[in-house]
């Protein structure tokens, strides 16, 4: 018995160091490499194979933060992120706020998930609402803040969000729905985006209701607080 708890705990240390290990060198890539395709991708792919009501479409063009208009990226510190710049990974006052409001509002969650975390979540892991994905949310969060900046965090952030079905990042998006290049985004066009991050799926830029249009009123009156990322 005790032979087998010592080969059991041999494995796990293993399982552990090559964890630490492969993570660690995976984030390190990415800090260079386009991130070719991420879990929630593979996961919507296979839902658009099964739903006869999706076109199954996969729009992904890669283009680096030069390429991409810097009203998008006020836009989206502006509704996901207003102190993306002041923290390491974790707001821990919006963390505050959020648990304080959850307290009054038990049916109306309100999240504090920062553009750090969705990066990571997005990149690394698949979607779940379980505390052990949680876990390693955070560290993967904590991993890309050690090793990527800020920029790099804001450049993959918005090359791999989901802005449609099948549509994922910037480029992608500002081609499908205004025919135009992301670096030629209008205030309008960059706020209406970032209005729809919350339901991708079920809310569209050029189609909106009114919630979306509300989101993109807020959006373009509270953009120009947004310190965008320093050059």
Known sequence: MKNLFIRIRKILWKIIKWFFILSITGVILFRFVPVPFTPLMIIRFVEQVFDSEREIQFRKDWEPIANISPLLVKAVMTSED???????????????????????????????????????????????????????????????????????????????????????????????????????????????????????LKWSPTKPNARVVRRTEWIKRNMKYAEGLEE
């Open 82 to 200: 207003q102190r993306f710049n002041e923290h390491f990974g974790l707001d821990m006052e919006a963390i505050q706020k959020a648990v304080q409001y959850n307290e009054k509002h038990k049916n109306k969650k309100r999240g504090a998930s920062t553009i750090s975390q969705q990066t990571a979540k997005n990149v690394f892991l698949f979607p779940s609402r379980s505390w052990l994905r949680k876990g390693f949310e955070v560290y993967f969060t904590f991993l890309i803040e050690i090793f990527w900046s800020k920029e790099r965090i804001m450049e993959v952030y918005l090359n791999v969000i989901e802005l449609g079905n099948g549509v994922y990042g910037a480029e992608a998006a500002s081609q499908y729905y205004f025919h135009k290049p992301a670096n030629q985004l209008s205030v309008q066009q960059a706020a209406s985006l970032a209005a729809i991050l919350p339901l991708p």
